[in-house]
């Protein structure tokens, strides 16, 4: 199975390190420069569950790209969503499968428009990665979970899927991971977009590392976000599990945590951030439900906020 990994940043990085190291047959869709730095010093990951120093993969660049691929593997961040689908389109045969692995739920109507849904899957992960001025990989904490799975396994009424899941189960599990193939890979990721948006409405919120949110006394806004977001879930029929409930109240709730979400590091960096992709589009699904959520409506203007000052502040840097 021949896959193309869109970018070659952290998680895409990450999973590419591991598929290349176990023999798999891939390709990094990159943009030149980053071309240049593989072809330098190759493909370096540095891992809890060990490092790796390969050689320069196999990268092409969207100009250049041609041929097709069995499997393409999406893991952008959700803003740059338009402009990756230009990038991989030439790559998209009659039985190509994209796997998404985007923050939110809505990418997969936009990939099912523009592709098709019986080619696109679901996806998500819990791996923390990123890339350093050096172009190595860091993985930076010991999760390691890919999930996917067939989405129009769960809806009959769907188009048949054009792809082999069980096909795509078996190339994606190497060592260095876990692969774990889903039948519920939409409760899955709406399990994911919970966990996300409870913790980057806390942190970014807040301004601050969940410790420091306990020490202030202030954790008890924390199962009020997770309530909001989780009611919008129910609504849409994918109720979080008591136990999903219980880790993530845990977890965003620890005394002494450093954990901040990684929307409050890009904030904190100046960058731009999945403000809609996290919180935004949930809010639309909690507007159709008519369901309350006055604390995610704060968070979200607190975070549209901060992308108008942005744009002001790029703008006038540019006319400077």
Not at 112 to 123: I, N, S, T
């Amino acid at each position: 199975m021949r896959i193309l990994i869109v970018g070659a940043g952290g998680v895409g990085g990450f999973f590419g390190a591991w598929l290349l190291a176990a023999g798999r047959d891939v390709t990094f869709l990159v943009r030149p420069q980053r071309a240049l730095q593989l072809n330098e010093h190759g493909l370096q990951l540095l891992s809890p569950a060990g490092d790796l120093t390969l050689p320069p993969p196999p990268t092409v660049l969207a100009s250049t790209l041609a041929e097709t691929y069995d499997l393409i593997l999406l893991s952008c961040k959700a803003y740059d969503l338009a402009s990756a689908m230009n990038d991989f389109a030439p790559a998209v045969g009659a039985d190509t499968a994209v796997l998404p692995l985007l923050n939110g739920m809505a990418h997969l109507e936009t990939l099912d428009q523009r592709f098709g849904r019986e080619r696109v899957l679901g996806g998500c992960t819990n791996v923390s990665a990123s890339r350093d001025e050096h172009g190595r990989i860091l993985h930076l904490n010991p999760l390691d979970a890919l999930q996917f799975g067939d989405r129009n396994g769960q809806r009959p009424a769907a188009a048949k899927s054009i792809f082999d899941i069980a096909r795509i189960a078996e190339c994606l599990t190497v060592p260095g991971y876990t692969a774990d193939l889903r039948a519920d890979i939409l409760q899955t990721m709406w399990h994911k977009w919970v966990t996300i948006a409870t913790a980057a409405s806390a942190t970014c919120l807040l301004r601050a590392a969940i410790g420091d949110i306990v020490a202030a006394g202030a954790e008890e806004l924390v199962p009020r976000f997770l309530a909001e977001a989780g009611s919008i879930a129910a609504a849409e029929g994918y109720p979080p599990s008591a136990e999903h409930t219980r880790v993530t109240l845990a977890k965003f709730t620890q005394p002494g945590s450093l954990f901040t979400a990684s929307m409050l590091r890009d904030i904190e960096a100046g960058g731009q951030i999945e403000g809609f992709q996290i919180i935004g589009d949930l809010l639309a699904h909690a507007r159709r439900h008519a369901v309350a959520t006055p604390l995610l409506d704060i968070t979200y203007a607190h975070l549209r906020c901060y992308e108008q000052r942005r744009q002001r502040e790029l703008v006038a840097r540019t006319r400077a």
